[in-house]
């Protein structure tokens, strides 16, 4: 079964770091996007950063750019996201997502649990 375990949240405090994990199994994960989305309490969905299959591009919300970089290894089927000079807006559950369109009208997209990422003094 295809399985996104996200682990790695917490309570940290403003100006802190954390690091998120997601490991992947049940699917071809070399040759899926990945990205990291959250969700703050009233608030909708929202990306915050994404990877290409290969690790060769990744791109980030403009709300944490410069803060936070997504990485993955495709020899341990995980991928990353640091995050850096935490902010209480970064409150929220983050999700990991994998994706991939191999042709057209055909999608496969994959969600993990959710952690919690609490950032309060």
């Known amino acids: 079964q295809v399985q996104l375990v996200e682990s790695g949240g917490g309570l940290v405090q403003p100006g802190g770091s954390l690091r998120l994990s997601c490991a992947a199994s049940g699917f071809a994960f070399s040759i899926y996007a990945m990205s990291w989305y959250r969700q703050a309490p009233g608030k909708e969905r929202e990306l915050v950063a994404g990877?290409?299959?290969?690790?060769?591009?990744?791109s980030y919300a403009d709300s944490v750019k410069g803060r936070v970089t997504i990485s993955r290894d495709n020899a341990k089927n995980t991928v990353y996201l640091q995050m850096n000079s935490l902010k209480p807006e970064d409150t929220a559950v983050y999700y990991c997502n994998a994706k991939r369109t191999p042709g057209w009208g055909v999608e496969y997209d994959y969600w993990g649990q959710g952690t919690q990422v609490t950032v309060s003094s």
């Open positions: 990877i290409t299959s290969g690790g060769g591009r990744a």
